[in-house]
């Protein structure tokens, strides 16, 4: 068996292939596909401000602000997918946002997802 990591559509996946045959003709079976993680590290947060943490397990599916942004009280600022159901984040209060997350990222229970200072 061979492994390979095949990336599509942005998510990468670790995959096995057999070979069938000495045939160069013979068309490989895919045995075990294994999704894995996004290698992007993430952005550090700043230390003051008030964290905005991942209320449970997920997938950084969207993320709705860029660094910066000026946001509301209330505003959906981050996506997050969570037993196949998209959840939104939101501002707990007024400030400028900074990002400690990729699209893409697996978070688990009280990660910090983004800063609003």
Known sequence: ???????????????????VGESESAAP?????EKT????APKSAP???E???SPFPGLIKKILVNDG???????PIIVLEAMKMDNDI???CDGKVTVSVVKGANVETNAVLAVIG
Not at 69 to 75: A, F, L, N, W, Y
């Open 1 to 19: 068996m061979r492994n390979f990591v095949v990336t599509i559509d942005g998510k990468s996946y670790s995959v096995g292939v057999e070979e």
């Open 29 to 33: 079976v895919v045995t075990k596909i």
């Open 37 to 40: 993680a996004p290698t992007a």
């Open 47 to 49: 230390a003051n401000g």
């Open 51 to 53: 964290k905005v943490l």
């Open 69 to 75: 942004d000026t946001v509301k009280k209330d505003q």
């Open 90 to 92: 939101t501002a707990p």
